[in-house]
């Protein structure tokens, strides 16, 4: 008779780690520390020009994933991109970058890349729906994406950004069907975009309505953060775990989810050191290893 203990499926964890050292040195402190899965920023996440990958760094970088085993190893896309601008020369640079991150995450093999539906600055939440699953569609035109995977996040709804609402990411998705789209749900995000996770009943409502919106089997990734911004602010904050408004027994709650349980969970709470810095991690790990 096989042990119940092996038959209890439990989430993959890791955080956003650094890429000072070099972009193989993030899946080195994730083994380091004990996490199964890692997010990258494969460039300067905060400027449009990105120094090209050489071959030794891609070698190096594919040799230390066998190595280590860290999987899923997922990319940020960078913060400049907006995939839904209204302003034709922005949306053009942003479909051109975003392109960039797509070929640099095929060329070093990863399994995922985040990004942010986009802001329409302007125009009405439908139209910025249509840019951006234009966008997303241009980007990839004549790419072999093979088992790769595209990660629309929910955001916090700042300013005029969409997909702050489920069902924006589905009609994205339905908009793109060629496309191997998935979720990467945010959990700081949707709680400042209005989905009470607090309780155990509003956890499960948002969960019943992420399934039937995006179906949870597509929620490949959890950015697990809790929230220095209050419910419904729509602002976004990440904040350490058990710290912020959403709280330890509502994040507990979310981690031991059996409908999340095939999730890469990663955190995206602020640090100096990752190495100094492990409560999170160590935090999270006390909530999936319960007996
Ligand atoms: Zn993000
Ligand atoms: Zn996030």
């Not at 995000?189 to 509003?202: N, P, V």
Request: aromatic fraction near 6%; proline fraction near 4%; include cysteine.
């Amino acid at each position: 008779m096989s042990s119940l203990k092996t038959s209890i499926k439990r989430p993959r964890i890791g955080f956003h780690a650094p890429i000072k050292g070099g972009l193989h040195e993030a899946l080195v402190i994730a083994k380091e520390t004990g996490c199964q899965t890692v997010q990258i920023f494969s460039r300067n996440p905060r400027g449009w020009m990105a120094k090209p990958l050489t071959k030794e760094s891609v070698e190096l970088f594919r040799k230390t994933q066998r190595e280590t085993k860290i999987s899923p190893v997922v990319i940020h896309c960078n913060y400049l991109v907006n995939l839904a601008a209204a302003d034709e020369a922005l949306l053009a640079k942003s479909r051109a970058s975003f392109r960039e991150e797509v070929e640099r995450a095929l060329l070093l093999g990863v399994d995922y890349l985040v990004v942010h539906p986009g802001s329409a600055r302007g125009a009405c939440e439908a139209e910025g729906i249509a840019i951006c699953a234009k966008s997303l569609k241009l980007a990839c035109k004549g790419l072999k994406l093979g088992a790769f995977r595209i990660l629309l996040e929910n955001t916090a709804g700042q300013g005029e950004c969409i997909g702050h609402r489920f069902e924006h990411l589905r009609a994205i998705m339905d908009a793109c069907p060629k496309l191997p789209l998935g979720v990467c749900f945010d959990t700081a995000h949707a709680f400042t975009a209005g989905y009470d996770i607090r309780e155990e009943d509003g956890l499960e409502v948002t969960i019943q309505w992420l399934n039937r919106t995006v179906g949870t089997k597509n929620v490949r990734a959890i950015h697990f953060n809790d929230s220095r911004a209050p419910y419904n602010s729509r602002v976004d904050r990440h904040w350490h775990i058990g710290e912020g408004h959403i709280g330890l027994d509502a994040l507990r709650r979310v981690a031991q989810h059996p409908k999340l349980a095939h999730a890469a969970f990663i955190l995206e709470t602020p640090y100096d050191d990752p190495r100094a810095d492990l409560k999170n991690l160590q935090t999270l790990r006390s909530f999936i290893n319960r007996s």
